[in-house]
């Protein structure tokens, strides 16, 4: 496997704050890094889109999937038109953003259980989005170094992230995948963390892989 490192291609790390919007989050940075250099997009208006267009995973939850299809129809539109929390959803979007710019979001496919090699492989072309069942006490302990260790302790719900690169085998670490987090700057290595390969094959529930847009 070839691995590459993207951290320095992101935008600069966000918290979703006590909202359950981790999946908004993660496409939005995906999109914002196939769009390249261009002002942040607006994870408020990612998660409106998948409640637009049908999701009803709760108040303001949603999957990867309702995420990508709301703004495939919709567009994405720019962070400045509508910042998070200003409103938060179930507002409806301001003013500024009927008549703003929508970014197209590029094509995609979500790929059930994948394997790692599959994932390190996309990342050389295009963004990765993780959903991984979510094991508490494992993303509590990666709080200061991002390491996302193994865990059987019992799951709560799913968690989404996105891939940013990997890293060969070293020492007793095998593969692992760098991720980007939404959990602010404070959390793991600046907000990103290593998702052990262990960790990945026992929880990993879909990756959905969004190419770059082409014109």
Request: charged share 15%; hydrophobic share 40%; aromatic share 8%.
């Amino acid at each position: 496997m070839t691995h590459h490192d993207h951290r320095n291609e992101q935008t600069p790390v966000a918290a979703q704050e006590n909202r359950p919007t981790c999946t908004a989050f993660a496409v939005t940075a995906a999109h914002e890094w196939m769009e390249g250099d261009l002002p942040s997009l607006s994870q408020e208006f990612a998660l409106w889109s998948a409640k637009r267009h049908g999701c009803d995973a709760g108040r303001e939850a949603s999957s990867v999937h309702a995420v990508m299809r709301g703004l495939s129809l919709e567009g994405h539109c720019l962070w400045a038109d509508w910042p998070y929390g200003r409103p938060a959803f179930p507002a409806s979007p301001p003013t500024a953003v009927a008549s703003g710019i929508k970014r197209p979001l590029g094509t995609w496919i979500s790929i059930p259980r994948p394997t790692i090699s599959r994932v390190v492989s996309e990342l050389a072309v295009a963004a990765v989005v993780l959903t991984l069942a979510f094991v508490p006490i494992a993303w509590s302990m990666a709080q200061k170094d991002g390491v996302i260790h193994d865990s059987v302790q019992s799951t709560v719900g799913a968690h989404a992230v996105l891939a940013v690169g990997s890293l060969p085998p070293a020492g007793p670490l095998p593969t692992t995948i760098i991720i980007k987090n939404s959990w602010g700057k404070a959390w793991g290595d600046s907000g990103y963390g290593f998702l052990t390969e262990q960790y990945f094959k026992r929880h990993i529930v879909v990756a959905t892989i969004l190419g770059r847009r082409h014109p």
